[in-house]
Nanobody
Framework: VQLQASGGGLVQAGGSLRLSCAASGLIFDYYAMGWFRQAPGKEREFVAGISRGGLTTDYADSVKGRFTISRDNAKNTVYLQMSSLKSEDTAAYYC????????????????WGQGTLVTVSS
């Protein structure tokens, strides 16, 4: 199983980025997907999640109204559209796959991508 995250980079505060995570080696439709982030010196935290079919989503309070998670099961890809970025959004962003259910708990995810770095300058 491989989860390949991409799309990170340097952006000014108030700007936007779209992260992508391409999955291979698993039946993508069977997995709920999540995005997590980890800033230096901090614990990994849940950012957003989406159910297998894409009908249910969940967001951390800190990103509600600014970030949107979506998925394209035909392309085995999950996205994270990030807008109105703030300096506190600076972190490495990881995508993860959980068999069957949407969850905010990182220990319940089965597979992880390698992370993509997002840096927001103020």
């Amino acid at each position: 199983v491989q989860l390949q995250a991409s799309g990170g980079g340097l952006v000014q505060a108030g700007g936007s980025l779209r992260l992508s995570c391409a999955a291979s080696g698993l039946i993508f439709d069977y997995y709920a997907m999540g995005w997590f982030r980890q800033a230096p010196g901090k614990e990994r935290e849940f950012v957003a999640g989406i159910s297998r079919g894409g009908l249910t989503t969940d967001y951390a309070d800190s990103v509600k109204g600014r970030f949107t998670i979506s998925r394209d099961n035909a392309k085995n890809t999950v996205y994270l559209q990030m807008s109105s970025l703030k300096s506190e959004d600076t972190a490495a962003y990881y995508c993860a796959a959980n068999w069957n259910k949407l969850t905010t708990t990182h220990t319940e995810y089965d597979y992880w991508g390698q992370g993509t770095l997002v840096t927001v300058s103020s």
